[in-house]
């Protein structure tokens, strides 16, 4: 069975550090493209950043660019997302990903979810 479980999610001031884990397992690792999206109250879901399998190059929303970084561990099936200088902004479920095509994570409409995780950054 396809999963993806998020974890690392919490309550940080702003200025402060989290950094989000998402094991995959049942085939989903293997998917090219591995990454993050976020939703804020309100708001719809946003694209936050990927990463390609065989490459390792990443992608970034212009929002998270230079404070965000995405990783993955191949050993532990593991992608992580290292978020520096929160802001109250973003403050959001962020949601792990997976798919085959890079097209759908401009559209969101991408095959396999993870259940979420909170981050709440306080101002």
């Known amino acids: 069975q396809v999963q993806l479980v998020e974890s690392g999610g919490g309550l940080v001031p702003a200025g402060g550090s989290l950094r989000l884990s998402c094991a995959a397992s049942?085939?989903?690792?293997?998917?090219?493209?591995m990454g993050w999206f976020r939703q804020a109250p309100g708001k719809v879901r946003e694209f936050v950043a990927y990463?390609?399998?065989?490459?390792?190059?990443?992608f970034y929303a212009a929002s998270v660019k230079g404070r965000f970084t995405i990783s993955r561990d191949n050993a532990k099936n593991t992608v992580y997302l290292q978020m520096n200088n929160l802001t109250p902004e973003d403050t959001a479920v962020y949601y792990c990903?997976?798919?085959?095509?890079?097209?759908?994570?401009?559209?969101?409409?991408?095959?396999?979810w993870g259940q979420g995780t909170q981050v709440t950054v306080s101002s």
């Open positions: 049942g085939g989903t690792f293997n998917m090219p493209f």
């Open positions: 990903a997976a798919d085959s095509n890079p097209l759908s994570w401009s559209s969101g409409s991408v095959d396999y």
């Open positions: 990463i390609i399998g065989k490459s390792d190059r990443t």
